[in-house]
């Protein structure tokens, strides 16, 4: 098949949409499909692609935030497959009208809700008021990374209208790169941690990622008794230095790490370094949670917010534990429990690592995702 991915982000932006493009268009060349990636043109970007897949970046005439608008999407034709993953603020309009215009189909990953704070809200709240309906109704399929998450989410009413239509297509993991065996050493000695036990939080630290729940966990940990425990914070972003401050108006700012944005190379180090990964997110801008995913098949307990979707990912008290969102008080029992139960926690990590082996690594889901374009195409 000749397939077309069209994303906002991808590599070397790793996230989570990126992310997700990067391994279905990956898989796909694997499998001996043609593959292009439409994305935007960044004056900062330096990445060597594997050469089993094409990536054509545009140049944008204007961006507002992760939204690059980018005409040349309405020249995409001539391919079995054209696959659009949602939010592309700007770019999912694009693809509609190209749709349209050469009447051809096109199918959506719906990747969560657009949700923001500030202007974006209301600029969101239009977006979806106005256009979400026609994107997602304008595709011939739709895969939502969960049906938990799309029977929430503003999607609903098209999904029961549609649910021939509909076929879930859960993120991934690559689990050779995150595994047992990565030794987080290094990372310990880098921080001076030493034997002290790591509670690890990886994300994105600006605005548009609100919804991560950071301000919850710095709460949360701030309440934690044991002494010789840590929190790593992971992530860059324009709202770091407001949890740096946070930290320290809740004097946990010594036990609290901000490495930044930390390599790709580096990241599975930092899972490996760890005691437990916590997703603490607030809202269903967070719709699935790959971080979980990473921190399992990296042999390690999690905790995260019992939200659609993101519930779908953890086995509750099988290989870690679901919190009531916002419930810092859930939230510290939890983290507490894991620190004071090293077998247990040693267990979840087990049956974790063992599940995202069996459902969730990059090469089966590539496989899934070939079997829906087949079926797709009759």
Known sequence: MKIAHITATFAPNFTGTGIVCYHNCLELAKLGHDVTIFTANHPKVEYEYPDLINVKRLDPLFRIGNGPFLPGLLKIKDYDIVHLHYPFFFGSEMTYLNSKFKKSGYVVTYHQDLIGTGILKYVFKMQNALLLKRIIN???????????????????????????????????????????????????????????????????????????????????????????????????????????????????SDKVVFPGRVSDGDLPKYYAACDM??????????????????????????????????????????????????????????????????????????????????????????????????????
Request: contains cysteine; aromatic residues 8%; proline residues 3%.
């Open 138 to 252: 304008g595709a011939d399929k739709i895969f939502p990374t969960s049906i938990d998450y799309a029977q929430n989410s503003f999607i609903k009413g098209i999904v029961e209208k549609r649910p021939d239509d509909v076929t879930a297509m859960p993120n991934g993991v690559d689990v050779d790169k995150f595994h047992p065996d990565v030794d987080g050493g290094e990372i310990r000695r880098k921080h001076n941690i030493g034997n002290g036990k790591i509670i690890l939080f990886v994300g994105a630290l600006d605005r548009a990622h609100f919804f991560k729940g950071v301000d919850v966990l710095l709460e949360s940990f701030s309440k934690i008794k044991e002494r010789d425990v840590y929190l790593m914070v992971v992530g860059g972003g324009d709202m770091k230095n407001y949890y740096i401050e946070l930290a320290k108006n809740l004097g946990v």
């Open 277 to 378: 990964v916590v997703l603490p997110s607030v809202t269903m801008g967070e719709a699935f949670g790959i971080v979980l995913l990473e921190g399992m098949a990296c042999g390690k307990p999690v905790i995260a917010s019992n939200l659609p979707g993101v519930r779908t990912v953890v086995n509750e008290a099988v290989d870690g534990f679901l919190v009531g969102s916002r419930n810092e008080a859930d939230l510290t029992e939890k983290i507490s429990y894991l620190l004071e139960n090293e077998e247990i926690s040693r267990q979840f990590g087990e049956k974790g690592r063992k599940k995202v082996e069996e459902k969730y690594s990059w090469e089966s889901i590539g496989k899934r995702l070939e079997s829906t374009y087949l079926d797709y195409l009759g």
